[in-house]
């Protein structure tokens, strides 16, 4: 079952993913994302050495912390 997950990105990492999908035949963009993301939660994982539980309660909503 496949979800829909919106999410900010930054304007210049976005741009790259579209000049990827747009030069790479049989790519979309959903497909890199979902990539990426596997790739960057595979990542985590094997630096914390398991995969992460589930979550016990819904995950938090609101105003978006700041990176600064």
Known sequence: MKKILSVKIDEEV????????YWTPGTTLNSLVEAALT?????LEKKRGA??????????TGRQISDK
């Open 14 to 21: 976005t741009d790259r993913a579209r000049n990827a999908v």
């Open 39 to 43: 790739a960057a939660l595979d990542h």
């Open 51 to 60: 995969p992460f539980q589930p979550r016990q309660t819904a995950l938090r």
